[in-house]
């Protein structure tokens, strides 16, 4: 073989594995731009505190956590109270901005107890107003809203409900997290828990991730997730057949002419959440602008502690009506001392949750149901795909593409070499 051969291979080898190398590159960059692109780089410090500047004797009736989440752009106040009706808060505002609470004002249910110095840019909040048990007798999983038969439908009010902080993390700058239970029930009619608990975990985030545990839901650095969990919970009711539901109000700075709405929709896979591709939004007017409130969720509930496919079971949700007696269902409520008289010219909706499927066995087979939900501002987060599913993906559709542009290439330069080659033995 003469020399000019050996070296035209030689050439030809490095050329290749050059090309391979380049190419492997180019695609590993372009799945990671893809990736960090759909990121949100936003982060926020958590400063947290139970019953702010309250220094009355009182104090030890009062339950209300305060989450600041300070931003590079706005802040975010969350206020958690469990004083009552279980109710959460949040309000967007500029920087510096501080919170307010009168707590004399507040313990006396008076307009305004709770300011900003510095007017919103939005607010948005929920309150949790009751827990309806009803008589699935058809074994349907829905619940009919209309029917206020007692044979079939019973609403525990859960300002009746005692609540109890038992835990409260507050270790890190990035996460809080906030447990209350409810373990006994004062009722004001013939309705009472007899054994059982409610749950309520709290969360708070200062970056983007997926939560830890089932359902894996995507947070942003502007939202609380909310896990509402039954355990054990019986009642006095004579129900062969009980599910239960919750029923949520909302009020938001948005006009009162608007409308709230809820939208199912899709999402790319199912790797955070194995079995369900459904994610479901409901969005205030504003937050197809960037500058709303919604709440999110999958449409799936757990019915026991170890969370899987083969412990799930189906939520229900019942779209939004409008509330009309505003001060009669917000009374005594953390959204009537910051929103107070302003409530008649603002949203003012309900909502409604369900949780079972037909035929898998009610809640009574195993006296227990979690579910998890987001609330946020801004616009709901989008599932994207990630970077172990892009490397999957771009393996599996771009290694044959790659292998054919590399060949190419490889084939161009040989013709090229090889011409190269000739011209020089010619001469």
């Known amino acids: 073989m003469c020399v000019s051969e050996v070296f035209r291979k030689h050439k030809m080898l490095v050329i290749e594995k050059y090309c391979l190398y380049r190419m492997i590159v180019a695609w590993i960059s372009l799945s990671s731009f893809i990736y960090l692109a759909n990121a949100n780089d936003s982060l926020r410090k958590l400063n947290t505190s139970y019953n702010p500047g309250c220094s009355d004797a009182d104090c030890?009736?009062?339950?209300?956590?305060?989450?600041?989440?300070?931003?590079?752009?706005?802040?975010?106040?969350?206020?958690?109270?469990?004083?009552?009706?279980?109710?959460?808060?949040?309000?967007?505002?500029?920087?510096?901005?501080?919170?307010?609470?009168?707590?004399?004002?507040?313990?006396?249910?008076?307009?305004?107890?709770?300011?900003?110095?510095?007017?919103?840019?939005?607010?948005?909040?929920?309150?949790?107003?009751?827990?309806?048990?009803?008589?699935?007798?058809?074994?349907?999983?829905?619940?009919?809203?209309?029917s206020r038969d007692s044979r079939y439908v019973r609403a525990l009010d859960m300002e009746n409900f005692n609540w109890t902080l038992t835990s409260?993390?507050?270790?890190?700058?990035?996460?809080?997290?906030?447990?209350?239970?409810?373990?006994?029930?004062?009722?004001?009619?013939?309705?009472?828990?007899?054994?059982?608990?409610?749950?309520?975990?709290?969360?708070?985030?200062?970056?983007?991730?997926?939560?830890?545990?089932?359902?894996?839901?995507?947070?942003?650095?502007?939202?609380?997730?909310?896990?509402?969990?039954?355990d054990k919970l019986k009642t006095n009711s004579s129900f062969s057949s009980s599910r239960f539901a919750v029923g949520v109000l909302i009020a938001s700075s948005d006009k009162a002419n608007t409308t709230a709405s809820i939208i199912s929709r899709k999402s790319l896979d199912d790797e955070h959440s194995p079995g369900v591709f459904t994610l479901v939004d409901l969005q205030t007017p504003m937050a197809?602008?960037?500058?709303?409130?919604?709440?999110?969720?999958?449409?799936?509930?757990?019915?026991?502690?170890?969370?899987n496919v083969a412990n799930s079971t189906e939520t229900n949700s019942y779209g939004v009506t409008d509330v009309k007696d505003h001060t009669a269902y917000l009374n005594h409520t953390l959204?009537?001392?910051?929103?107070?008289?302003?409530?008649?010219?603002?949203?003012?909706?309900?909502?409604?949750?369900?949780?079972?499927?037909?035929?898998?066995?009610?809640?009574?087979?195993?006296?227990?149901?979690?579910w998890t939900f987001m609330m946020g501002y801004g616009k709901p987060p989008n599932e994207n795909f990630s970077l172990l599913v892009i490397f999957v993906i771009s393996i599996g559709l771009g290694l044959p593409a790659l292998l054919i542009i590399i060949s190419g290439l490889v084939m161009a330069v040989r013709r090229i070499s090889r011409k190269n080659d000739d011209l020089f033995l010619n001469r």
């Open 60 to 146: 030890s009736s009062f339950k209300v956590v305060y989450v600041e989440a300070e931003g590079l752009n706005d802040t975010l106040h969350y206020l958690w109270d469990f004083t009552q009706k279980p109710s959460i808060f949040m309000a967007a505002t500029p920087v510096k901005s501080q919170l307010n609470i009168s707590w004399d004002h507040f313990k006396g249910n008076n307009n305004k107890s709770i300011t900003f110095n510095e007017e919103p840019i939005y607010s948005f909040g929920i309150v949790l107003d009751k827990l309806w048990e009803y008589n699935d007798i058809n074994d349907t999983g829905l619940m009919d809203l209309k």
């Open 168 to 230: 409260f993390g507050n270790e890190s700058v990035e996460n809080v997290d906030v447990v209350m239970e409810a373990s006994s029930y004062t009722p004001k009619d013939s309705t009472a828990v007899i054994s059982g608990s409610i749950r309520l975990v709290l969360s708070a985030f200062g970056f983007r991730d997926h939560y830890g545990e089932l359902p894996r839901l995507l947070h942003s650095a502007n939202c609380t997730q909310v896990e509402l969990v039954l």
């Open 288 to 307: 197809e602008s960037g500058r709303g409130g919604y709440l999110q969720w999958r449409p799936v509930a757990y019915v026991a502690k170890e969370r």
């Open 335 to 370: 959204l009537y001392a910051y929103y107070s008289s302003n409530l008649d010219s603002l949203l003012v909706q309900s909502t409604a949750v369900s949780f079972g499927l037909k035929e898998d066995g009610f809640y009574k087979k195993t006296n227990y149901t979690s």
